[in-house]
């Protein structure tokens, strides 16, 4: 399995963009990049992923290194429902090589 | 649409009882279902998966066992529980088409007294 890298945690003032950072420098060819948030006291929700190109969607941006092995997760404006646990999680194509693992992730705290 | 539902939320158990969690997957067919578990303050140990009816890998040995009687239905138990075994448990599944995007359970909040 792919480990990963991220900040144990980050700051960022409300309506302020922010930029969460992942290295995965083991990532296979075939692992797309996941991101989840946490919030608290609530199961992992889904937030992008992405497999080469940057990736856009209503909650958030991903940027994806040309070697894959680092990518950055893009929030434009921050708010204070943004207060989460961000996870970068490499993780198979198929179902069928079967788990998920969660790193420790990225505590962003937002100030307004 | 797909949904995920486990019960129950919270229970309190004292040491050495059993434990039951179970899990159901709606609207998708052949998941692939997961167990985690999550201490207060702590991040998220993946427990078990299973790719299919009656197949289950663990992770992490301990005297947590998990079972898949049916194609939706993803079961999390236990024989004596410890002190331990307190936590937050999060079923989840994923699907293919999504690029094995993953979609957790509202969670159970287990307290072993």
């Known amino acids: 399995d792919a480990k990963t890298t991220q900040p144990n945690s980050m700051e960022s003032n409300e309506e302020e963009p922010v930029h969460l950072p992942c290295n995965h420098s083991t990532i296979s060819g075939t692992d797309y990049i996941h991101w989840y948030r946490q919030l608290p006291s609530q199961g992992p929700e889904y937030v992008i992923h992405g497999l080469t190109s940057n990736v856009n969607n209503r909650m958030a941006s991903l940027a994806i290194a040309e070697d894959r092995k680092s990518s950055t997760l893009i929030l434009h404006r921050a708010t204070l429902r943004d207060a989460a646990v961000y996870y970068c999680i490499p993780g198979p194509m198929r179902r069928s090589q079967g788990n998920l693992i969660f790193g420790k992730g990225t505590k962003l705290s937002v100030k307004p | 649409s797909q949904t995920i539902h486990q019960w129950p939320a919270t229970l309190v158990q004292p040491v050495g009882s059993p434990l039951s969690l179970e899990c159901t997957v709606e609207?998708?067919?052949?998941?692939?279902l997961y167990w985690y578990r999550q201490a207060a303050g702590r991040g998220l140990q993946l427990l078990f998966y299973s790719v299919g009816i009656g197949q289950i890998s663990s992770e992490v040995p301990q005297n947590l066992s998990a079972s898949r009687p049916q194609d939706r239905q993803f079961i999390l138990s236990s024989k004596k529980l410890l002190l331990s075994d307190s936590g937050f448990y999060l079923c989840?599944?994923?699907?293919?088409?999504?690029?094995?995007?993953?979609?957790f359970g509202e969670g159970s909040w287990l307290t072993v007294v």
């Open positions: 609207g998708t067919s052949n998941p692939n």
């Open positions: 989840a599944w994923t699907r293919e088409s999504s690029g094995n995007t993953i979609y």
